[in-house]
Each structure stands twice: as C-alpha cells, then as structure tokens.
C-alpha cells in the first residue's frame, strides 16, 4: 500500500501515524532504530501491513495486470492507484473528512519533524504545500505523480506513460481494490494494538 492507506490504518495518535509513514523512509530491523517505541511500532506495523498486501489475492491479480514495460513497475502502479481509490471513497471508511485527516497528519509532521529521516524532514514543508498526500484522490493528478517519478532516473522512463497504462485498466483495479482492502482493514484490526509487536516499553518482555 502507498502512504494514504498507511495512515489510514494506524492507531489515531501522532507516532503511531508518523511510524506507519516512515515504514517507506526508515530501514533496519526494529531494535536498531533511534526512535521513540511508539513509533517504531508503527514502522514494524507498516511492514506487516505490506507483507499481507503483497500475498494478498487481489493485490496478486492487479500487479498481473501490467505487462510489457510496465511490468517491472506494477508495485508502485497499483499501490499509487489504491491510494486514488481509498481518497476517491474516503467517506465509506471513515467519518472524518480526508482534509481534516491531511491536515491533522500534516500538522503532526511539521511538530515532529525530529522524528524524520534528514532528508524527508528537509523536503516536508515542500511535500505539505504540495499536499502530497492529498493530490491522489483526484485520478487526473496521477500522471502528474507518474511524470515526477519518471523523472528521477532515465530507468524510470516508461512511467511517462503509465497513466494511459493505468487508465486502461482503472476498471480492473477498482475491483481489485475493492475486494483487497475491507480484507486488509478486518487484518489490520484483528492485530490489535501495535505496541503488541513492539511494546512500547523496551524492557517488557
């Protein structure tokens, strides 16, 4: 999954949110990571999140849509094109409107940018007035992620037509993510608390 659901899915706390965040930013195993426990378990929570998605049935079937030169990039297309589809439908998941979620992720950001890696604390103001996290629930904005991903090595140069590639398949995705992610909320929820799998006191057993 892309960051939106990532947040989605955490406890409703700040370090819980950042943790689930920096799951894409912070590598290491857990114990080794020089952050508050809190947020380390939600590190931890973010992989197990991403380990569930990636054998998931659905999630299996609409990477195998993209063929050709897409292939090799299905995992971004399909989580970025999840992303749209939980903002797209955001009032069926929550009762707190997606701005006001934004707002209050992008204002825990700022308070503890302490918390970030030195490069995502550096860029974070730039990413907020971009509403990076935002931008996704409009489908048209898409391409525009696409073209900012492409441009960041000649590699990346077929996603500056992965939005056609995606467009074409938008149907079979919606469906995917459909069937995909009531299943991920009803995993994430029987995990129970994340402190669980990292209690939030290191000396408890």
Do not use: C
């Not at 409703?12 to 943790?19: E, L, M, N």
Request: aromatic content about 10%; proline content about 6%.
């Amino acid at each position: 999954m892309n960051h939106l659901a990532h947040l989605f899915l955490a406890e409703d706390h700040a370090a819980s949110r950042i943790g689930n965040l920096l799951g894409d930013f912070v590598t290491g195993r857990p114990e080794t990571i020089d952050l508050p426990p809190a947020v380390v378990a939600g590190i931890v929570r973010h992989r197990a999140v991403d380990r569930f998605t990636d054998t998931h049935p659905a999630v299996v079937r609409a990477r195998g849509m993209f063929d050709g030169e897409l292939r090799r990039f299905a995992n971004p297309l399909v989580d970025i094109s999840f992303d749209h589809f939980l903002a797209s439908s955001w009032r069926r998941h929550s009762a707190v409107s997606l701005r006001e979620f934004l707002d209050l992720a992008y204002a825990e950001q700022k308070a503890h940018r302490e918390w970030l890696p030195a490069a995502l604390a550096a860029s974070i103001d730039a990413r907020i007035a971009d509403d990076w996290l935002g931008r996704y629930g409009d489908f048209g904005q898409l391409e525009q992620v696409f073209l900012r991903i492409a441009r960041r090595s000649h590699r990346f140069e077929p996603l500056t037509r992965a939005f056609a590639g995606v467009l074409r398949r938008r149907e079979g995705l919606a469906g995917a993510f459909e069937t995909f992610f009531p299943d991920l909320v009803e995993w994430n929820r029987l995990q129970g608390p994340e402190g669980l799998a990292f209690p939030a006191d290191p000396a408890e057993p």
